[in-house]
Nanobody
Framework: QVQLVESGGGLVQPGGSLRLSCAAS????????MSWYRQTPGKERELVAT????????NYADSVKGRFTISRDNAKKTVFLQMNSLKPEDTAVYYC???WGKGDYWGQGTQVTISS
């Protein structure tokens, strides 16, 4: 079955960097776009970034443009989110996602906390 496993979250000071990873299995990874979302308590899940199946096109939420970079390694079936210049408002649980057919698949999430 489809599995998405995020890693790389943690506690970082404002201005710092983190790199999130999402390891995929159970489907042909290279055929599908991948996304990162984030969610804070009491708020709806927010789309952060999306990358097309070959990695040729990426899109970002306005709030992260210029600071975050989404990338993928189709050979390793992994999608990444490089997060730089982190701000306290980036604090959230970050989720990996893919949608295809009738499926909408999510990982378990990884906590990112930005605090001094």
């Amino acid at each position: 079955q489809v599995q998405l496993v995020e890693s790389g979250g943690g506690l970082v000071q404002p201005g710092g960097s983190l790199r999130l990873s999402c390891a995929a299995s159970g489907f042909t990874f290279s055929l599908y776009a991948m996304s990162w979302y984030r969610q804070t308590p009491g708020k709806e899940r927010e789309l952060v970034a999306t990358i097309t199946r070959a990695g040729g096109t990426t899109n970002y939420a306005d709030s992260v443009k210029g600071r975050f970079t989404i990338s993928r390694d189709n050979a390793k079936k992994t999608v990444f989110l490089q997060m730089n210049s982190l701000k306290p408002e980036d604090t959230a649980v970050y989720y990996c996602n893919t949608k295809w057919g009738k499926g909408d698949y999510w990982g378990q999430g990884t906590q990112v906390t930005i605090s001094s």
